[in-house]
């Protein structure tokens, strides 16, 4: 059932006026109400009746739950999403853990990104192996910067009467 065709399941109990508007002069232009409310699930809220009345709301919040609940569930029950990932049914999480992804990395590039699984998943991989080769590069920037350093400070700690530093500075 489509929500716009779901019937409301709440149950105004009592109505008290929440808000008067009026204008610079003083004359009122609406008067806004809340109700309180009994959801068919047993909670009681207080709510906007003007929203209740439009049918924005229809219930306490338990439908919203109820239909995220049944969106997200597998063809089993359980509430894990599932990709096809070389010909098998997998859950999305073991694959994150398969390629060391970060939890969550797929299901949010789907989201924002669009597309399959699949493109997801290979553009979750191209930039995990474009964040390593950074990563690498910063660490040989890094040695380099050391071993340049060590080598400096060596030539300027060693008296110049020493051979090595001879040999060192081509003398």
């Not at 049918?55 to 509430?79: A, F, I, L, Q, Y």
Request: hydrophobic letters at 25%; one cysteine or more.
């Amino acid at each position: 059932m489509s929500r716009s065709n779901e019937p409301s399941r709440l149950t105004l109990i009592k109505k008290k006026i929440a808000k008067t508007v009026r204008d610079r002069k003083g004359n009122i232009l609406r008067t806004e109400y809340r109700g309180f409310y009994s959801c068919e699930c047993g909670n009681k809220k207080w709510l906007d009746v003007s929203s209740v009345q439009s049918k924005k709301v229809r219930s306490c919040g338990c439908m919203r739950s109820e239909s995220s609940s049944k969106r997200m569930k597998g063809r089993d029950g359980t509430s894990a999403l599932y990709m096809e990932h070389e010909g098998e049914r997998v859950t999305v999480a073991s694959v994150e853990r398969r390629y060391g992804l970060r939890a969550g990395m797929l299901s949010y590039r789907r989201r924002y990104a669009g597309g399959s699984w699949q493109t997801c998943l290979e553009s979750c991989l191209k930039f995990q192996a474009r964040k390593r080769q950074l990563c690498d590069q910063r660490l040989a920037r890094a040695e380099n910067v050391d071993l340049q350093e060590e080598s400096s400070s060596r030539k300027t700690l060693l008296p110049s009467s020493c051979p090595s530093t001879q040999r060192e500075m081509g003398a």
